[in-house]
């Protein structure tokens, strides 16, 4: 069965930025795979992934390590309209920035976009 088992984020700090999403979501940290350019956190369907900026060197993806924008955006789904309310202020308070406050989409989700203390993005949904 094919499947998805990560996704990575390249970090300028791993722990900082693992621990972000760690304390946000209670994500649980896979210490088996844990060295010093690698952290992983198991999110109970799949694993997210934090590489350390060096590498991009070690997958010889040296030419890609200048990147600027967005380039990805993480989906984190909760099991109410009430969690996501919850945990926006939460997010803040651990180093995110508010892009857009909880709205409810046109195909009938409740989110918030929000930019992680490296300034990547993510939303936290629910699905109505």
Known sequence: MTHLS???VFAKDIVALSDFYRELFGFREIPEIRSPIFRGL???KSCIGF???DAYELLQL???AD???CKFLLN???????EVDRMVPMAQALGATLIKPPYTTY???YQAVLLDPEKNVFRINHMM
């Open 6 to 8: 990560y996704v990575n």
């Open 76 to 82: 984190i789904d909760v099991d109410s309209t009430a």
């Open 67 to 69: 990147t600027r924008g």
């Open 51 to 53: 590489n350390a900026l």
């Open 107 to 109: 195909y009938n989700w």
């Open 62 to 64: 040296d030419d890609y």
């Open 42 to 44: 198991d999110t109970g």
